[in-house]
């Protein structure tokens, strides 16, 4: 005995095979190449996103390359504007030489220096404390000749009347900034 499928359950097989057909292809086939394609997106998306980023970094690089050049010329301009490291007897002689060339008789002078600090280039700050005595006008003009110093700030000072009408007595502090080559320099 055998069965005879009728027209309208051959067409409902006929759907179904192409059905199962369909979905076996898409499970066996489409589904892991539409799995890889949107792995391989992602890590498009991830790749592009890293791109980027070293992009950035690298114009920061650049930036900061620049930035760098800049500031070690400003050191070497600001180093060669320093004083060359001198003994407190080479400060001594040059701060009398500044009161010498205003018309200032020095007095009472100290000098004393302080390392700034463990480096290749080191700071050294000269302290020089003392009085001069002089007229008003050589007084003004050593305050504005240290003032123009770019290595020398005058810390403190102080104008007295001297023992004459025509003559002042200055008491100061200097700091000479000076500059410690290498070893071996």
């Known amino acids: ?3 005879q499928f009728s027209r309208r359950e051959k067409i409902l097989l006929y759907i179904l095979a192409v059905l199962i057909l369909t ?3 898409f499970g066996l086939f489409l589904r892991p190449a539409l799995d890889r394609r949107l792995s391989l997106a992602v890590m498009r998306d991830e790749e592009i996103l ?12 650049e930036f900061l390359e620049n930035q760098e050049a800049e500031m070690k010329e400003k050191v070497m301009m600001l180093a060669s504007s320093f004083y060359k490291d001198m003994d407190t007897e080479e400060l001594g002689n040059l701060v009398i030489s500044m009161l010498d060339d205003e018309g200032l008789m020095a007095c009472n002078m100290e000098v004393s220096k302080i390392p700034y600090g463990e ?12 009085e001069a005595i002089g007229s008003g006008k050589s ?6 000749v ?7 700030r005058m810390k403190s000072f102080s104008i007295s009347d001297g023992e004459t009408s025509n003559e002042g007595r200055m008491k100061y502090e200097l700091e000479i900034y000076m500059l410690r ?3 071996g320099e």
């Open 1 to 3: 005995m055998s069965y």
């Open 23 to 25: 979905v076996g292809v």
């Open 50 to 61: 890293r791109k980027q980023d070293m992009e950035k970094l690298f114009a920061q690089k």
């Open 119 to 130: 480096s290749d280039f080191g700071v050294v700050v000269g302290i020089v404390t003392g």
């Open 139 to 144: 007084i003004e003009r050593f305050i504005h």
């Open 146 to 152: 240290t003032a123009e110093q770019s290595a020398m």
């Open 181 to 183: 080559a290498k070893a």
